[in-house]
């Protein structure tokens, strides 16, 4: 069975520019959830869906930041425009519902320049 | 407000036995998970508390005491495999998982 899978691994990008990161969870998980790394700094929620609903977004750092889930699969989250802050790696993690164990994706790393 | 407190390193030896022990104040709690992140790779759920009281699972165990806002990881016959990150989260009132800064272990032949 897939596991929950990121794309891309690394994107280097110039501030000001915009990326979209893409996670696909593992099939039949309704929970679907971003989380951020800084460096130096503890894996911090982003937003929670469930299936294609934003359940609590209440992480999310500022409008610059996007997500989608259309049709409660794969979900993007698009920085538009990126700024040096925005550096670090963007995990993405699933669950079924009722069911506490989360699985993790192996994460995005940006890195704006 | 919420934290999450672990020691940021420990260092042990092969075949030995190592706890990671885990403080936390949350505003809701509906559990708290151990995850191993080895480096550039996904974290792996090790384990999940929500009652007081010791969870075994093969060489790892977790404890968890909720009027004392702590926990612990145990690890027995240590390889050197284990050597990763160990992250500590507590899964709040909506399910969102709030991190610990992780506590690298590194495992000395």
């Known amino acids: 069975e897939a596991g929950v899978t990121q794309f891309p691994s690394h994107s280097v990008i110039e501030k000001g520019q915009t990326v979209t990161l893409r996670c696909d969870p593992i099939?039949?998980?309704?929970?679907l959830y971003w989380y951020r790394r800084v460096m130096g700094k503890e894996i911090k929620f982003l937003l929670h869906?469930?299936?294609?609903?934003?359940?609590?977004e209440s992480g999310m750092p500022n409008n610059r930041f996007l997500a989608e889930r259309t049709g409660g699969t794969y979900s993007t989250l698009k920085v538009q425009p990126a700024e040096l802050e925005d550096s670090g790696v963007y995990f993405c993690?699933?669950?079924?519902?009722?069911?506490?164990?989360?699985?993790f994706g192996q994460g995005t790393r940006l890195t704006v320049v | 407000g919420q934290n999450i407190d672990q020691p940021t390193e420990m260092t042990a030896t092969e075949g030995a036995i190592v706890q990671i022990n885990c403080t936390y104040q949350?505003?809701?709690?509906?559990?708290l998970f151990w995850y191993q992140q080895h480096a550039g790779e996904a974290p792996t759920f090790l384990s999940y508390n929500v009652l007081d009281g010791l969870e075994e699972k093969g060489r790892f165990s977790s404890f968890l005491s909720r009027s004392k806002g702590y926990s612990y990881l145990l690890l027995k016959e240590l390889q050197m495999k284990d050597s990763a990150s160990y992250l500590c989260?507590?899964?709040?009132?909506?399910?969102?998982?709030?991190f610990g800064t992780g506590t690298l272990l590194a495992v000395q032949p």
């Open positions: 949350t505003s809701g709690f509906n559990g």
């Open positions: 993690a699933s669950s079924f519902q009722g069911i506490p164990e989360a699985f």
């Open positions: 989260a507590v899964s709040g009132a909506t399910n969102k998982l709030i």
């Open positions: 099939s039949g998980h309704d929970n």
């Open positions: 869906f469930v299936k294609e609903s934003k359940q609590d």
